[in-house]
């Protein structure tokens, strides 16, 4: 009966939510480990990529889009408790927006989208984490929130993405060992998830 109340991410598990990322974040940081090359040039061109920034962008506003709808068929839809009142005009203000970026915004818009969809991922999985057992359910959020903070300032300040990459690439060793760190912690959250979660 109180599930009927649950949002859709309250619903997730924290094991389903936990095999997910730890696998994404295996194959993501496995990938960059195995081909360094194509993805040092992947990372230091995709700033200014107009098609993946709209695809990206699209992305973002469809998911916010179902997260304002208030409808019986959609799951995602949220509470915005005090704020409910405005929830018309946010879905009005939503395609707007989201044209004005589409047609107007091209310059560095992919790190804003990519901001922007960062920071509706991780509630995701910090969602399912929340308040739960046992005390390895940390791995999520501790991964999460340095995430959080970073995509903040991709939103805000997105030339920081294109700095920050041209950085990170030169980097030989920061590129190898920031990526080791990424797929172990990936692969310590999946056998948490499998085991314990």
């Known amino acids: ?27 993501l940081h496995g990938w960059a480990l195995a081909k360094p090359e194509a993805t040092k040039a992947a990372l230091n061109s995709v700033s200014t990529n107009e ?6 962008l699209t992305i973002d506003f469809v998911w916010l889009f179902l997260l304002l709808l208030d409808t019986e068929w959609n799951p995602l839809c949220m509470n915005l408790f005090d704020f409910n ?11 707007i927006v989201w044209f004005v970026l589409y047609s107007r ?7 804003r989208a990519l901001g922007f969809f960062l920071l509706l991922l991780a509630i995701v999985p910090l969602t399912a984490a929340f308040l739960k057992d046992p005390i390895t359910r940390l791995l999520i959020p501790c991964w999460c929130y340095p995430v959080l ?18 950085k990170y690439t030169a980097c030989p060793r920061l590129y190898t060992i920031s990526n080791a760190i990424g797929a172990v912690w990936g692969a310590a959250i999946l056998i948490c998830a499998v085991c314990f979660w």
């Open 149 to 166: 903070t970073v995509a903040m300032f991709w939103v805000g300040k997105p030339y920081l993405f294109r700095d920050w990459m041209s």
């Open 1 to 27: 009966m109180y599930d009927q109340y649950l949002h859709a991410y309250e619903k997730l598990s924290l094991s389903t939510a936990g095999i997910i990322m730890g696998l994404v974040l295996l194959v």
């Open 105 to 111: 915004g091209k310059d560095m818009l992919f790190p």
């Open 51 to 56: 098609k993946a920034a709209r695809t990206l």
């Open 85 to 95: 009142r405005t929830r018309g005009y946010l879905l009005i203000l939503c395609p």
